[in-house]
Every structure is written in structure tokens, then in C-alpha cells.
């Protein structure tokens, strides 16, 4: 079972900024690659940002230059700052334990936890 547990959503005007925070457990946090991934409904889920062990980082297309990944090792928690939120990045987040292929991040989905709001007002 994985265990990642998300918080920090809420809502925002465009242009405002949000963190999103994730704990996981220390196995998982110490075994995978880890990100996030959103989902609007009727729309496909969408890779937003991973990083590894090692703090390689991976953007989505479209939050890049706007989302921070980053990660406290000392806590096993994962971070997402988003800047300059748009009314398009309002989804669901969540929180994932990611695959890997030659040690980078790639948006394959081995878990993730119950997801937090995030709603971008114009």
C-alpha cells in the first residue's frame, strides 16, 4: 500500500501562487521516483512535475518555469510550488510514486494518495 498523504490545496485568483506538501513513508519516499500528477474532470490525467533520488527534476509542458518540484529528505515530503497560477491548472493533484528509466523520472504511475483541490479563479 502506498502511503502519500497531500495537502495545501485551496483556491486562488489567477496570477497567486500555491505549495502543495506530500508525506510519504520512508520506504516509499526512499524507493521511487516522486511527483505529481493532476486531473481535471473530463480530462485526461496530466504529468506536472517528478524528481529523483538524486534531484533531477521533470516538468510538464505546460507548468514549466511556474512549478518548483522539490523535496526534504530529512522528512520524507515532497513539495509543489506553484507561481502564476492559471484558471487552466485547476485540478485535482496528487501525489505519486513514479517509474524510472536510466535514473530519470517518467510519468508511470506505480501509486498515489487521495489527491488535493486546486481551483484557479479569474
Known amino acids: 500500500q502506498v502511503q502519500l498523504v497531500e495537502s495545501g490545496g485551496g483556491s486562488v485568483q489567477a496570477g497567486g501562487s500555491l505549495r502543495l506538501s506530500c508525506a510519504a513513508s520512508?520506504?516509499?519516499?526512499?524507493?521511487?521516483?516522486m511527483g505529481w500528477f493532476r486531473q481535471a474532470p473530463g480530462k485526461e490525467r496530466e504529468g506536472v512535475a517528478a524528481i529523483n533520488n538524486e534531484g533531477i527534476t521533470t516538468y510538464g509542458d505546460s507548468v514549466k518555469g511556474r512549478f518548483t518540484i522539490s523535496q526534504d529528505n530529512a522528512v520524507s515530503t515532497l513539495y509543489l510550488q506553484m507561481n502564476s497560477l492559471k484558471p487552466e491548472d485547476t485540478a485535482m493533484y496528487y501525489c505519486?510514486?513514479?517509474?524510472?528509466?536510466?535514473?530519470?523520472?517518467?510519468?508511470?504511475?506505480?501509486?498515489w494518495g487521495q489527491g488535493t483541490q486546486v481551483t484557479v479563479s479569474s
Open positions: 520512508r520506504y516509499i519516499y526512499s524507493t521511487y521516483c
Open positions: 505519486a510514486a513514479l517509474g524510472s528509466r536510466r535514473r530519470l523520472c517518467v510519468f508511470d504511475y506505480i501509486g
